[in-house]
């Protein structure tokens, strides 16, 4: 298994990136600024995240997506552990946003994050259609963090 920084054409992954936040427009508001890294086991592409600094306090998991067949199967967990380990000291928190999906808050928390705060209606003001998950609509984004200790 090995986890690359992609550094040029980051939107030729837009088909995975697609699969953490279906909507382009949405991923093209932080692709360019944000690091982006792709994991890759037998030459082939697994699982994609992007990672942006907000602020010098705070970095933001913006996009975490394991290609459908792949899943469950520890990319992404691999991926998230990369992940803080490239935020250590580098910032006072890794924050991660997310819908109101139980499945994926349990995946989160056993990383080490826990709640931060709630954006009401995230969802309906920002995409330009309803977004779907577990056959519910996603209204507000529950963030998490965890303390990357600077
Ligand atoms: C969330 C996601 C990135 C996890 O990637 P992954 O490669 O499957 O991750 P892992 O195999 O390391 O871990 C999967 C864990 O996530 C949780 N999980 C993910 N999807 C789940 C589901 N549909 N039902 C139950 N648990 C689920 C479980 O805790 C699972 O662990 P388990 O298999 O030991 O029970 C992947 O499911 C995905 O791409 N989902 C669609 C995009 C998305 O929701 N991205 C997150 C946005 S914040």
Same mark, same amino acid.
């Given at each position: 298994?090995?986890?690359?920084?992609?550094?040029?054409?980051? $939107?030729?992954?837009?088909?995975?990136?697609?699969?953490? $936040?279906?909507?382009?427009?949405?991923?093209?508001?932080?692709?360019?600024?944000?690091?982006?890294?792709?994991?890759?086991? &037998?030459? $082939?592409?697994? =699982?994609? !995240?992007?990672? =942006? *600094?907000?602020?010098? &306090?705070?970095?933001?998991?913006? %996009?975490?997506? =394991?290609?459908?067949?792949?899943?469950? *199967?520890?990319?992404?967990? !691999?991926?998230? @552990?990369?992940?803080?380990?490239?935020?250590? @000291? @580098?910032?006072? %928190?890794?924050?991660?946003?997310?819908? &109101? %999906?139980?499945?994926?808050?349990?995946?989160?928390? *056993?990383?080490?994050?826990?709640?931060?705060? =709630?954006?009401?209606?995230?969802?309906?003001? %920002? #995409?330009?259609?309803?977004?779907?998950?577990?056959?519910?609509?996603?209204?507000?984004?529950? #963030?998490? *963090?965890? $303390?990357?200790?600077?």
């Amino acid at each position: 298994m090995e986890i690359m920084e992609i550094t040029e054409n980051k $939107d030729q992954y837009m088909e995975y990136l697609l699969i953490g $936040d279906e909507q382009e427009s949405m991923v093209m508001k932080y692709l360019e600024r944000g690091t982006m890294f792709a994991l890759y086991e &037998d030459f $082939d592409l697994k =699982t994609v !995240a992007v990672v =942006t *600094k907000e602020n010098n &306090d705070t970095y933001e998991l913006k %996009n975490l997506a =394991t290609l459908e067949i792949y899943q469950r *199967k520890g990319y992404g967990s !691999a991926m998230v @552990k990369h992940i803080i380990q490239y935020c250590n @000291k @580098k910032c006072k %928190n890794l924050i991660v946003g997310t819908g &109101d %999906n139980e499945n994926i808050l349990i995946f989160y928390e *056993k990383f080490g994050f826990s709640y931060s705060h =709630t954006v009401k209606d995230f969802y309906i003001n %920002n #995409y330009d259609h309803a977004i779907i998950e577990n056959g519910k609509q996603l209204k507000d984004m529950i #963030y998490m *963090k965890i $303390d990357c200790g600077k």
